[in-house]
């Protein structure tokens, strides 16, 4: 659980704020427990969701995902034209993402600061509706920036050709 805190920590997903607006209520948080294939064990801290409301907490949650004959495609091409394709992992991706919307979550219980001050999200966190599609955006515009371009076809396809 230290971890997952100094990892929200490092990215600043959130300011401690008075709440604001007193008919905004709060969302509230679980950890979510996982025992990974190494036998390690992860801990990550979500919000729930559900409790957010459309039009005040969130607006869009759409997020693309690649179609499966898009992904066929690109691999068959990868081994015919013997390209180079690059598979990778961002740790903690979702809290990358900037929110466009003012979300307030209280404070994790063993975490908090002792006073009545609420979490005013910057980033994504994971439960959240929108986490997906602002992790998206993020991973988008960072591709590019190192010149990447979108495939029109299927918004989940970035080329970049080298010279």
């Known amino acids: 659980m230290d971890e997952e805190m100094l990892s929200m920590e490092k990215n600043k997903v959130w300011d401690l704020v008075e709440l604001p607006e007193e008919e905004k209520q709060p969302i509230t948080w679980k950890w979510i427990f996982k025992r990974k294939r190494d036998g390690k064990y992860e801990a990550r801290l979500v919000a729930r969701g559900f409790m957010q409301k459309e039009g005040v907490d969130y607006t869009e949650t759409f997020s693309p995902v690649i179609s499966m004959p898009s992904l066929r495609l690109v691999l068959v091409l990868i081994l015919q034209e013997t390209l180079h394709s690059y598979v990778m992992d961002v740790k903690t991706a979702f809290l990358n993402g900037d929110l466009d919307e003012v979300v307030y979550m209280s404070q994790p219980q063993g975490y908090d600061d002792?006073?009545?001050?609420?979490?005013?999200?910057?980033?994504?966190?994971?439960?959240?509706?929108?986490?997906?599609?602002?992790?998206?955006?993020?991973?988008?515009?960072?591709?590019?920036?190192?010149?990447?371009?979108?495939?029109?076809?299927?918004?989940?396809?970035?080329?970049?050709?080298?010279?």
């Not at 609420?118 to 993020?138: D, E, I, M």
Request: proline share 4%.
């Open 114 to 163: 002792g006073t009545r001050k609420v979490c005013k999200l910057k980033k994504s966190l994971y439960g959240l509706k929108q986490a997906p599609r602002q992790w998206f955006h993020k991973f988008q515009q960072f591709k590019n920036e190192v010149k990447f371009k979108q495939s029109t076809s299927d918004p989940c396809i970035f080329i970049r050709k080298e010279k």
